[in-house]
């Protein structure tokens, strides 16, 4: 599509000037004003906003002059901020405070919003502009900023991979691609739901369920009786290994869950994902030789940090035999505890072995710990005062500026104050902890106000938890695992804080997906640091220091059964490539011929250990099939190579200190996608990443 006319129309859409999205917010950093904003008023911004969108980026397309980086770049940049106060407000509050009229917006104006950027990302005559800046600058009689020509550059290529050097027959085809892509990825989803509740097991015997919590017995009870069955119902989680293994005593039991689980989508019959999973693979394959790539890997890793599949093939290769040797060790010591013979464990098996093993070498008990760990504390002796060692920044609540929700709270970020001048403050925090019905499940970082210079913003970031709310007047307690995703989160937010950028989509966290995780994995690991652990796991009550001994366990414990955990990931990222890498010639026609390929691609990876099937097997795996993350799962471990190393780079630098967390900030967190992000992290580690911190931190060397 490269004409305009037909998205034009509405442009003439009026937003009521009452509506609070009409114009920026008074409030301080540009906050929205939630005490204003109600449901009715996210769809006619959000329509107004598109309207106002189309009509700047017209102006942009048919401005006579020719383009420059001011009247084409920068004017894409500053363009749609209607749109992009309205959008961003309804989004975050869509999976963090839903209702039933946010769900019902969300179904009209998602395929609105997806046409109106595919008119923006087909548009002839934008490409044109930018196209003739990018080969100006290539002949030399355009000279640009560094962050001007990486901005040029993605924008040349975000325009290249939407199709708009093709010709119009092919861009007919790739419309065609996308849109079929499209309603598989649903119908594999769907297919997915329906053949979880097909598998569920179905318990009549209660003594089989021996072992299991009350909490997870009465779950069962209420499931089988909402599908109107007798007896006990353990339904499935997504992924291979069902949580409910660790503790069933019946091993007949045991078993039948984890065949059930494992049969998923390759049962025959309706529910059957195998014809659709490789149409997807096959279309995908086309879409990317359309595009001029070998393969839908490779046209995912163009994009990303990794640049190209063979990077992502080698250090998934160089982690694999590590991984299962790990595993293998695992397993003998499983087989040890249950009287198997070594090398016998069943996938079945593993976990209720490995709780066995855990409680006898480690002993660690949740609710021993949980007085230590209380939330307030946590944040302002933990996560803050990290942020505030490193960074030198400090944090005030602001009880007078409302969140979208009575439970968030605000609080205004400040810089460390520079002799002789007003400390004018950095940003806003706001945290909403507590999880809630209206809350999806899982902890995130968004960004309500992006920071840019060129459009002299100062950035506002939230942070989602779904930590449970304790009765009025009690203490939060947390978990082990809260703490670190506390901190986890609190590393998107300084991502998101600390930017110092010019253009808005270079903001904070606009980096690709195999990079993003990173700096909050990072971030992480002061929550392990001794100065700050002290310094937040004190007894609520009693003011008294965690003992020394019960952190040396939880320390100790890290490494147990990263065997397992790291071989079941893996075996799964491998599958995602093994799909993606093929051509459309070379995807399977038959749909038996599914399972076959995947127990060759595990073999030819060396990750075909029966003991440690992959996490989600093909049939089954909705992130590459039901959604968006084809080829791109490996990510998760991409950015964690990463991390291992920079937390290797604080040690080798004296640790926790202002210098480190300043170098730390200016030349990674502030540059956001401002140039390739692994160019920021050879700045601050001086080299390439090396992956043997990794190794050595999943217990793998
Ligand atoms: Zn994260």
Not at 515 to 537: C, D, G, H, K, T
């Amino acid at each position: 599509m490269t004409s305009s006319n037909a998205t034009l129309q509405g442009a003439d859409a009026v937003l009521d000037p009452a509506n609070p999205f009409a114009t920026p917010s008074a409030l301080p950093y540009e906050l929205p004003d939630f005490a204003a904003i109600r449901e009715e008023h996210h769809e006619p911004a959000i329509v107004a906003g598109m309207a106002a969108h189309r009509a700047e980026v017209e102006a942009i397309a048919t401005n006579p002059e020719p383009a420059t980086v001011e009247n084409t770049l920068e004017a894409l940049e500053r363009a749609g901020q209607l749109l992009g106060r309205a959008a961003t407000a309804f989004y975050n509050q869509l999976p963090a405070d839903s209702t039933p009229g946010l769900e019902d917006i969300q179904e009209r104006i998602a395929p609105q919003l997806a046409a109106h950027q595919d008119a923006i990302g087909m548009d002839a005559r934008l490409y044109a502009r930018v196209k003739s800046l990018a080969d100006a600058a290539e002949a030399g009689t355009l000279a640009l900023e560094p962050d001007t020509a990486y901005l040029l550059e993605k924008q040349l290529t975000r325009f290249e991979r939407a199709g708009i050097a093709l010709s119009e027959a092919d861009q007919a085809t790739l419309r065609d691609l996308n849109s079929r892509i499209t309603s598989l990825q649903a119908s594999f989803g769907r297919k997915l739901l329906a053949g979880a509740n097909e598998a569920s097991v179905l318990v009549t015997d209660e003594s089989e369920l021996a072992g299991l919590s009350p909490d997870a017995k009465a779950g069962a009870r209420a499931a089988a009786e909402a599908r109107g069955q007798d007896g006990w119902l353990l339904e499935m989680q997504l992924f291979t290994h069902q949580n409910v293994l660790a503790s069933l005593e019946d091993a007949g039991l045991r078993a039948r869950v984890q065949e059930a689980s494992a049969a998923r989508g390759a049962t025959g019959g309706e529910n059957d994902t195998r014809e659709v999973l490789l149409e997807l693979a096959r279309l995908r394959a086309q879409h990317a030789r359309l595009l001029g790539y070998e393969h839908h890997a490779a046209y995912i890793a163009a994009d990303a940090t990794a640049g190209t599949t063979d990077a992502v093939n080698q250090m998934l290769a160089r982690l694999a035999p590590a991984a299962v040797a790990n595993a293998r060790r695992e397993a003998t010591e499983l087989a040890k505890v249950g009287g198997a013979a070594p090398g016998t464990v069943a996938a079945a098996d593993w976990s209720y072995l490995n709780e066995a093993v855990r409680k006898e070498r480690f002993n660690l008990d949740d609710a021993a710990l949980r007085p230590y760990l209380e939330l307030e504390r946590i944040v302002h002796d933990g996560v803050f005062k990290a942020a505030n060692l490193l960074f030198g920044l400090s944090f005030t609540e602001r009880a007078d500026l409302p969140g979208y929700h009575p439970d968030v709270r605000v609080f205004e970020v400040f810089d460390a104050p520079e002799p002789g001048e007003p400390n004018t403050g950095l940003g806003l925090f706001l945290a909403d902890w507590y999880t809630r019905e209206s809350k999806r499940g899982g902890a995130w970082m968004d960004s309500l106000v992006s920071q840019s210079h060129l459009l002299g913003r100062r950035p506002v970031v939230v942070n989602n938890l779904n930590i449970v709310k304790p009765p009025a007047g009690e203490p939060t307690l947390l978990v082990w695992d809260e703490v670190t995703t506390l901190f986890h989160e609190f590393g998107h937010a300084l991502h998101g804080l600390l930017s110092d950028v010019r253009y808005p989509s270079q903001s904070g966290t606009s980096v690709p997906r195999d990079f993003v995780e990173y700096p909050s994995q990072v971030n992480e690991m002061w929550s392990w640091e001794p100065e700050i652990l002290r310094s937040f796991a004190v007894h609520h009550r009693t003011g008294e220091p965690m003992p020394a001994e019960w952190v040396d366990t939880m320390l100790a414990s890290r490494i147990w059964g990263e065997g397992f955990a790291t071989t079941e990931y893996l075996a799964a990222a491998l599958l995602d490539q093994a799909w993606h890498q093929l051509t459309p010639e070379q995807v399977p026609t038959s749909v038996e011929e599914v399972l076959p390929f995947e127990a060759a691609a595990l073999a030819a990876a060396g990750v075909d250990f029966e003991s440690v099937p992959p996490r989600y097997r093909t049939t089954y795996f909705n992130h590459i099939f039901g959604g968006g993350y084809s080829a791109g799962y490996y990510s998760y471990i991409w950015s964690e190579v990463l991390d291992a190393d920079t937390v290797e780079w604080y040690a080798e630098n004296g640790g926790l200190t202002r210098e480190n967390g300043e170098a730390f900030r200016r030349k990674l967190l502030a540059r956001g996608g401002s140039q390739d992000p692994l160019t920021s992290f050879e700045d601050l580690r001086g080299r390439t990443a090396d992956i043997a911190p990794l190794l050595k931190r999943r217990g793998l060397a």
